[in-house]
């Protein structure tokens, strides 16, 4: 089955550390990934998006992402982790024409808690 | 993003009422998407809509229906509410690229059916 997974239910981190949330894709053919944030009592926010190009795609308050279409992943990388970046963390994916999915599929969501 | 508009925030019914939930933007964009989000699970998708004529159903719309009335506004309902339509119900919205758009939430409505 067509899917995106989020394999870890919660990452902790320590404040200045690097931090890392993962995300993998089953898809055939090319698909699109985005990576959103929550915040406690928030609507979902767009950090980035991967279409094509370079595999490195640079985001919103400091995120990055690398595309790997060999080990099909998109994973959230921040050289400098800060507590203000505790959230809830989806990844999602766009699937290809003729998938029958017309909209977004979105992971079950990593926690992200920075300890100071 | 006040862009991106939900009401009511906060609702708790009983089992069997008829409940509707309803997302205005000001973004001006023609696609607009109903989501809910559950502990553990992510965000399922209800319904979409790619324009005011055009109304899909998501991978979970049963149990619930919705009207496009206007291109700023999406309405969500639940015709007999049940308690395992406890949750927190997302509205969205992209522009008219599709696969490669951004989606933009509301606040969300945390709906609690007793």
């Known amino acids: 089955a067509q899917s995106v997974a989020q394999p870890e239910d919660q990452v902790n981190v320590a404040e200045g550390n690097p931090l890392t949330v993962k995300c993998t894709y089953s898809?055939?053919?090319?698909?699109?990934l985005f990576w959103y944030v929550q915040y406690p009592n928030r609507g979902l926010q767009f950090l980035l998006k991967y279409i094509t190009g370079d595999n490195l795609v640079k985001g919103s308050y400091g995120f990055e992402a690398e595309f790997n279409k060999s080990q099909t992943s998109f994973h959230l990388k921040k050289p400098s982790a800060l507590v203000s970046d505790s959230a809830l963390y989806f990844c999602a994916v766009s699937f290809p024409p003729g998938t029958g999915r017309r909209a977004l599929t979105f992971g079950s969501g990593t926690r992200l808690q920075v300890q100071p | 993003d006040a862009d991106v508009t939900q009401t009511p925030r906060n609702r708790i019914t009983k089992t069997g009422k008829r409940i509707m939930l309803e997302c205005s933007q000001t973004k001006g964009h023609d696609r607009m998407y109903w989501y809910r989000q559950d502990p553990g699970l992510g965000l399922r998708l209800i319904y979409y809509s790619f324009d005011v004529k055009d109304i899909n159903k998501g991978e979970i719309s049963d149990g619930y229906s919705v009207s496009r009335q206007a291109q700023a506004k999406f309405s969500l309902s639940l015709e007999s509410a049940i308690p395992n339509q406890t949750a927190l119900y997302f509205c969205?919205?992209?522009?008219?690229?599709?696969?490669?758009?951004?989606?933009?939430f509301g606040p969300g409505t945390r709906l609690t059916v007793l």
């Open positions: 898809v055939s053919g090319n698909p699109y």
């Open positions: 969205a919205t992209s522009e008219g690229q599709g696969r490669r758009d951004e989606q933009f």
